[in-house]
Nanobody
Framework: VQLQASGGGLVQAGDSLRLSCAAS????????MGWFRQAPGKEREFVAA????????TYADSVKGRFAISRDNAKSTVNLQMNSLKPEDTAVYFC???????????????????WGQGTQVTVSS
């Protein structure tokens, strides 16, 4: 299984970025997909997740209204549209895939089976 995240970069506060994660080696449509992030010196935290059907989506409170997660099961990709970026959004962003993720566990990194390598997002003030 491979999860390849891309789209990170250096932007200014208020700008937008779109992260993408391409999955291979798994039956993508059977997996809940999530985005997590880890800032220097901090623990990894949940950002957003979408169930296999795309009908159930959840966000961290810190990104709600600014970020949007979407998936394309035909292309085995999951995207994270990030708008109105803030310096506190600076982190390495990871995509993750979990096959048996119940609704109450979507925000827990323990629920996910596979992880990508991460892509750096840096937001300057």
């Amino acid at each position: 299984v491979q999860l390849q995240a891309s789209g990170g970069g250096l932007v200014q506060a208020g700008d937008s970025l779109r992260l993408s994660c391409a999955a291979s080696g798994l039956t993508f449509r059977r997996y809940t997909m999530g985005w997590f992030r880890q800032a220097p010196g901090k623990e990894r935290e949940f950002v957003a997740a979408v169930k296999w059907s795309g009908n159930e989506i959840t966000y961290a409170d810190s990104v709600k209204g600014r970020f949007a997660i979407s998936r394309d099961n035909a292309k085995s990709t999951v995207n994270l549209q990030m708008n109105s970026l803030k310096p506190e959004d600076t982190a390495v962003y990871f995509c993750a895939a979990g096959q048996r993720v119940i609704s109450s566990s979507m925000k827990s990194d323990q629920a996910y089976d596979y992880w990508g390598q991460g892509t750096q997002v840096t937001v300057s003030s």
